[in-house]
């Protein structure tokens, strides 16, 4: 449901870094993921705070898979599979349906424009 969310963002941060090509903190990338999820529905001050959590542990755990794996594709693409799915439970318990549907097209349409510019 959430795979290009998680692929997308991850990307986003990438590409985001500064001159010096540092990466930005784990917690500066949970942050803009908050800030853009904010951007596509309204989320009470509880639901941010969780949403915030989760994706910090998600970026703790893409860190972590990438140093660990890296040079293993196989592996790389199991890790990544069970942080997003992970990821993609932790919101649901959060979001009511709507929000995740919201959230859900917002990332399909913007694969969609990347692929696009490709």
Not at 37 to 58: G, N
Not at 61 to 80: C, I, M, R
């Amino acid at each position: 449901m959430f795979t290009f969310f998680t692929n997308s963002f991850s990307q986003t941060a990438a590409n985001t870094r500064t001159t010096e090509q540092t990466k930005p903190t784990v917690e500066q990338r949970a942050t803009k993921l908050v800030e853009e999820i904010k951007t596509v529905t309204t989320l009470t001050d509880e639901q941010a705070t969780k949403i915030t959590a989760f994706a910090v542990d998600f970026f703790k755990q893409k860190d972590v898979d990438d140093a660990q794996n890296k040079g293993h594709e196989d592996a790389l693409a199991k890790a990544k599979d069970i942080r997003k799915a992970t990821f993609q439970a932790n919101l649901k318990t959060v979001l009511t349906d709507e929000q995740v549907a919201k959230i859900k097209a917002h990332f399909d349409n913007k694969r969609n424009e990347e692929n696009r510019a490709k």
